[in-house]
């Protein structure tokens, strides 16, 4: 039995392949782990507030030092949501190139020294978020696994960068990809969904 939090950034809602696959890989998880418990968090209609400069002194300034005006509940909801996690899949389409801005503000409130992060005396990062499993559901509509894409992909490579900075290296990404390329659109969800593999 695991806890599996899934996280959404997608703003094409019913319609977003990125749910779908996502939706599918717990599917799958729930194959190999019956009973597992489902906590969802739509990103993209939770309208994470991006970072400014008050939001990041209030994320900064240690729990003892803040008043009830200045503190910030939100970031550490997402932080206790986080850890209790055991898999997290993570919806991740491709939006000129890169994640949707929700899915970095999510990434910039749960990334906090000393608490999901640390510096060790060598000056060498340490993630603090261990022994999770992550699985990311990516969509493109375009081929950027391969071929001459490939350069173009800062979804992927950046989140398994991000996230084992954080910790989480166990990361596993599935693609539904080429979804706006004929010929190859109308077996890409199929192509995606035989790809994953729960380990």
Known sequence: MKHILHLMSSIQGKESYSIKLGNIIIEKIQEKYPNSTIEELNLAE????????ASLRKLFTP??????KESIHFSDDLLKQLFAADIIVIG??????TIHSTLK???DHITKPGITFEYGEDGRPIGMIMGKKVYVAMASGGIYSEGPGKTNDFVVPYLKAFLGFLGMTNLTAFRAEGLKVPGIKEHAMEKAINSIIID
Not at 46 to 53: G, R, V, Y
Request: net charge negative.
């Open 105 to 107: 503000a999510w990434i």
């Open 92 to 97: 991740a389409p491709l939006y000129n190139f």
């Open 63 to 68: 729990p003892n030092l803040q008043n009830e």
């Open 46 to 53: 939770q309208e994470i507030p991006h970072l400014n400069p």
